[in-house]
């Protein structure tokens, strides 16, 4: 049926760029007609799937793969490794997550992958157990990139950075942020952008950081205390459109073409929020935060350019980083409830709350902080 939908709108646009002639009256038959549109503006459907690469195809030589095609066990492709709904993930099977806990310095942080069950699959133990780690993102080019907050270690130098972390654990410094001179309000949340980079929040600044640390490049800056404190990020993997989430409810969009369009920005005689972790879903722009209502999950509207309670909760625990299930619906919370790191589930019906991952280290120095689905 989308297919005949396409078709029939290409065939009106066809006629539409002809507005004096009407349709074509063939005299042998009686018949009227409009000739198939060529190939310009609209392109090619090469597979016959009824999308165009114009129209979102990621993969115009199979037709199994399409925007309008789901992407879940029930129709059968969840585990076929292609992107057939063409969102930016591939096999959208929820298989758990991946959590950054804190190390004591003795015991070294670790990346935790955790299955759809709540259980430990695997961890990577760090190489240097001074690291304090709060914000990851996998990386670019497998391993994870992390950004540290402090150290262990009276005497490092090096405090607030930004690290590549092997698959194995090993740790490269990529970039020192510990300059206060520099950079004033330290380090906020971090991303990778399918276009080869990652992205990195310093309050005043969102950067794009090369992967090998060779360069951090502005692309949006602002006045923390005025008009925008940029505190974390997150893409959205289709468009590769940036989302941008102040830490009073400040919201921002740059575009892949790196324009910046502040949708929401600060306002220091009425601060409504303060939010903790952005995420981009299928559905829209979302932050975990709170305000004088209590603590919530909220999406972006657009149209208002302000946030909507999505649902709220009500629980003895300070939540850190927010993650989503876009397959089964939910939310995820990494929080630290007084000596148990747990990451808890949330409904997306009423907001309950349900322990998913509970670490077996029941020790305040091991904390849960940032985190991110596995598909």
């Known amino acids: 049926?989308?297919?005949?939908?396409?078709?029939?709108?290409?065939?009106?646009?066809?006629?539409?760029?002809?507005?004096?002639?009407?349709?074509?009256?063939?005299?042998?038959?009686?018949?009227?007609?409009?000739?198939?549109?060529?190939?310009?503006?609209?392109?090619?459907?090469?597979?016959?799937?009824?999308?165009?690469?114009?129209?979102?195809?990621?993969?115009?030589?199979?037709?199994?793969?399409?925007?309008?095609?789901p992407e879940n066990e029930a129709e059968g492709n969840a585990a076929d490794g292609k992107d057939n709904d063409c969102d930016g993930y591939v096999d959208e099977s929820f298989r758990g997550l991946v959590v950054l806990q804190q190390g004591d310095g003795k015991d070294p942080a670790r990346i935790v992958g955790v299955d759809d069950f709540g259980d430990t699959d695997w961890e990577v133990l760090l190489d240097d157990a001074t690291l304090i780690p709060y914000f990851m993102a996998p990386g670019l080019e497998g391993g994870w990139l992390i950004g540290t907050l402090g150290s262990h270690d009276g005497a490092a130098e090096v405090t607030i950075a930004l690290y590549a972390v092997s698959p194995e654990g090993d740790t490269t410094?990529?970039?020192?942020?510990?300059?206060?001179?520099?950079?004033?309000?330290?380090?906020?949340?971090?991303?990778?952008?399918?276009?080869?980079?990652?992205?990195v929040c310093t309050g005043d600044t969102v950067s794009a950081l090369e992967p090998d640390g060779s360069a951090l490049t502005p692309l949006m800056t602002s006045d923390p205390e005025a008009d925008f404190y940029s505190f974390d990020v997150a893409v959205d993997g289709v468009t590769g459109e940036i989302g941008v989430f102040g830490i009073f409810g400040e919201f921002a969009l740059i575009s892949p073409e790196g324009a910046v369009e502040v949708l929401r920005p600060l306002d220091p005689e009425n601060i409504e929020y303060s939010v903790w972790s952005g995420i981009k879903r299928a559905d829209g722009w979302y932050a975990g935060g709170n305000s004088a209502s209590g603590w919530q999950v909220m999406r972006f509207n657009l149209t208002q350019n302000d946030w909507a309670q999505k649902i709220s909760f009500d629980e003895e625990w300070t939540p850190h980083f927010l993650e989503t299930d876009d397959v089964n619906g939910g939310f995820f919370v990494s929080s630290t409830d007084a000596t148990y790191p747990i990451v808890w589930r949330l409904s997306e019906d009423d907001g309950s709350a349900a322990p998913f991952f509970r670490s077996p280290y029941e020790d305040f120095d091991y904390q849960l902080w940032d985190l991110y689905t596995r598909y």
């Not at 060529?38 to 115009?60: H, K, L, Q, R, S």
Request: net charge negative.
């Open 1 to 69: 049926m989308r297919q005949h939908a396409l078709i029939a709108s290409l065939l009106l646009v066809a006629c539409g760029d002809k507005t004096d002639d009407g349709p074509i009256y063939n005299g042998e038959t009686g018949d009227t007609y409009v000739p198939w549109p060529d190939d310009t503006a609209a392109g090619i459907d090469e597979d016959g799937d009824g999308f165009t690469v114009e129209d979102g195809d990621c993969d115009d030589a199979d037709v199994y793969v399409n925007p309008g095609w």
């Open 173 to 199: 410094l990529l970039w020192d942020l510990s300059d206060p001179e520099v950079y004033e309000f330290g380090l906020g949340g971090v991303a990778a952008h399918p276009d080869g980079y990652y992205l």
